[in-house]
């Protein structure tokens, strides 16, 4: 503002000194959650007295300590100074803890997963070994995002600023995604969706916590799928099962195992049992023979029923009684979906013969095999070799190699020779009621109806069908 002139008597003009007011406005600052806790334990936020000061704009006078006055949006210049003189009318803000949607300085996301997550886990009954795995893909993600991130981004240098807001990167999880599957090992789909996943629930905790404002977008399957082609060679490959002339190779040499030792139970006779078991039900190892996790036990002898009476159906029988086991892979699932977790089947009578064979070593485990999966890995691959059916051998012959459970499309299973079994000797329903799962993609709902809920009727037709199986 220009200040007005006055006369003088003289007659000449004399300028008024301009005249200075000085506004003073308290500003209060409300820091976000996680930039409260850059600030040094124990200190307090202080409120700051921000000075105004008109300025006469033509003697362009220097702002305090030299500085250049601002203008502003009317041209008017002002200067901009602080006091931490606090005055009397504001309330000063008391020290007290963090609250606990705050990420405390240098808390990694695998802190975070143990924080947020862990009540929600043991609600849920997520099993430890699901718990581990996030806990590693985490710690294998936050690892990623230090060479990914340039080297002078807070998120990286500034610790406090802390780990989750690398979750709001635009972006971060295709690229994680691209990483994971340009790796040598440990790049299929599958380990790259289960990663993802991780990820995906801790930043959902996250959001919920109000430490980042919204969850990075996951790549879809099918971007996943496509971010590593398959080769020429992959693309011929077929789903293809142990056939039963392979199993009966395998059965002949038997007797060149050394490995478990099971008290009068000789090495030959557990073989002979998990093979034949493995093809006629279909199951994953774990289920029964439980070398993999000490959290796990296997088929119990409660699951193990002499009785001729099914359990459940009064008009049906079997002569050699019965097995129930539970499907350790789906028993949350199931759960969930109020359908039942385990899997009832009729023994045949080669099957009753060789699990009574087991009867004494253990009160409670019908197989008590210690946790020791590379000792069964290495006494299986020894029977394919002798057998003529080693991984070299087949790689060589054009075909995949010969696992009991795993289910990759690259590898032949004894549980895709089971589902091809039992779809030819009953039908495909049968086929997913013996399996536990869905042989197809397409009607899955009707299917899981079927095969899981209405069991009577296909048990009526599995009864009188096993003892006909080519396998024994």
């Known amino acids: 503002m220009i200040a007005p002139a006055i006369h003088r008597a003289d007659g000449e003009r004399k300028r008024r000194s301009p005249q200075v007011v000085e506004v003073r406005v308290v500003v209060e600052l409300q820091l976000p959650a996680w930039l409260q806790a850059m600030q040094p334990s124990g ?41 931490e003189t606090q005055p009397a009318v504001i309330q000063r803000t008391s020290t007290q803890s963090p609250s606990p949607a705050v990420q405390t300085p240098g808390e990694s996301l695998v802190d975070l997963y143990d924080r947020l997550l862990s009540e929600q886990d043991a609600e849920k009954r997520v099993r430890v070994t699901t718990i581990r795995s996030n806990r590693s893909f985490l710690a294998a993600f936050q690892v990623w995002t230090d060479t990914y991130l340039p080297k002078n981004d807070p998120r990286t240098t500034i ?42 629930k801790l930043s959902g905790a996250c959001q919920r916590a109000g430490l980042i404002s919204a969850r990075p977008e996951k790549p879809s399957r099918s971007t996943i799928k496509m971010l590593r082609p398959r080769t020429e060679a992959q693309r011929r490959i077929k789903a293809v099962p142990v056939t039963v002339d392979e199993l009966r190779s395998m059965l002949s040499v038997v007797d060149g195992c050394t490995w478990p030792e099971l008290g009068h139970v000789s090495a030959a006779k557990f073989w002979e049992t998990c093979l034949l078991s493995h093809y006629c039900y279909g199951f994953r190892s774990q289920d029964w023979f439980a070398v993999r996790d000490q959290f796990k036990r296997g088929l119990l002898w409660s699951g193990v029923i002499t009785d001729p009476q099914c359990p459940g159906i009064e008009d049906l029988q079997n002569e050699h009684g019965w097995i129930s086991y539970l499907v350790h892979k789906t028993d949350t699932k199931d759960e969930l979906a109020d359908r039942p977790s385990d899997v009832l089947m009729p023994l045949s009578k080669r099957m009753r013969q060789l699990i009574e064979q087991f009867r004494g070593l253990d009160p409670v485990r019908v197989f008590p095999l210690p946790s020791t999966h590379k000792s069964y890995d290495r006494e299986f691959l020894r029977i394919l070799d002798r057998a003529g059916l080693s991984d070299s051998t087949r790689e060589s012959a054009g ?25 030819k000797a009953v039908g495909r329903a049968a086929s997913s009621y013996v399996l536990h799962h869905a042989v197809s993609e397409e009607g899955v709902s009707k299917t899981t109806t079927d095969s899981y809920l209405q069991h009577e009727d296909l048990l009526r037709e599995i009864v009188p069908a096993l003892e006909t199986l080519p396998i024994w």
């Open 43 to 83: 200190s307090e936020l202080r409120s700051q007295t921000v000075v105004i000061q008109n300025v006469d704009p033509f003697r362009g006078r220097q702002q305090e300590e030299n500085g250049v006055p601002d203008q502003d949006v009317s041209g008017s210049a002002f200067f901009v100074t602080s006091s």
């Open 399 to 423: 075909k995949p190699i010969i696992r009991l459970s795993l289910g990759q499309r690259n590898v032949a299973s004894f549980r895709k020779g089971s589902s091809a079994m039992w779809a």
């Open 159 to 200: 610790p406090r600023v802390g780990f989750a807001k690398r979750l709001e990167i635009p972006g971060i999880l295709k690229e994680y995604s691209k990483h994971l599957r340009s790796q040598g090992k440990g790049n299929s789909e599958s380990m790259c969706t289960k990663a993802l996943a991780a990820i995906g």
